[in-house]
């Protein structure tokens, strides 16, 4: 059974930093695409940065150049540093795994496995 738990979210003003963390269980974290994904209310859950067995990383414009995701193997736990925040990155964060064969990274619906999320909110 395949358990992500995340945690690290919180509050933080605009400018500052957070990392979030996840923890998997029942998976490697290096065996396929791992993902971070936010919600923000009234707003589809969208992809943040993804990265591909242990080493390929991608991410959306929004975040690029200021997060970013990474992993420990011997942990088993997948990060996602987050510096110069913006009220805008507010949201619900998630963490995802296994990106099914054939789909897109950025596609929420392509990855099998979730956590229960995590808030980060963001003040100017």
């Known amino acids: 059974q395949v358990q992500l738990v995340e945690s690290g979210g919180g509050s933080a003003q605009a400018g500052g930093s957070l990392s979030l963390s996840c923890a998997a269980s029942?998976?490697?974290?290096?065996?396929?695409?791992m993902g971070w994904f936010r919600q923000a209310p009234g707003k589809e859950r969208e992809a943040v940065a993804v990265?591909?067995?242990?080493?390929?990383?991608i991410y959306t414009d929004p975040v690029k150049g200021r997060f970013t995701i990474s992993l420990d193997n011997a942990k088993n736990t997948v990060y996602l540093q987050m510096n110069s925040l913006k009220p805008e990155d507010t949201a619900m964060y998630f963490c995802?795994?296994?990106?099914?064969?054939?789909?897109?990274?950025?596609?929420?619906?392509?990855?099998?496995?979730w956590g229960q999320g995590t808030q980060v909110t963001v003040s100017s």
């Open positions: 995802a795994a296994y990106l099914q064969y054939g789909g897109t990274w950025y596609n929420r619906n392509d990855f099998r496995y």
């Open positions: 990265i591909g067995y242990g080493s390929n990383t």
């Open positions: 029942g998976y490697i974290v290096s065996a396929n695409w």
